[in-house]
């Protein structure tokens, strides 16, 4: 029985650590993408979030210009140095 218990709670921590992953990573898509006009998109590996200390650990993060964005802003009258990357 205990045995169970125990095999039962790994696969619904595992289970449950996937789900933030995905709706963390989906979460901070979204916010760089509203917050920034949709100029920038952001990519990594991973996203974890530890429940117990209150952590956020993203690993390989990039931050780059969305190529499609930067064509249709050109004509525009854009400051290039307050770009990030």
Avoid: C, P
């Amino acid at each position: 029985m205990i045995g169970a218990a125990i095999i039962v709670g790994s696969f619904s921590y595992k289970g449950f650590q996937l789900y933030t992953q995905q709706l963390l990573g989906e979460i901070l898509m979204d916010l760089v993408k509203k917050e920034t006009d949709s100029l920038y998109t952001i990519s990594y590996d991973q996203v974890r979030f530890n429940v117990f200390s209150n952590r956020l650990s993203i690993t390989n993060f990039s931050l780059n210009i969305d190529s499609s964005a930067r064509a249709s802003q050109d004509s525009m009258l854009i400051d290039y140095r307050t770009f990030y990357q």
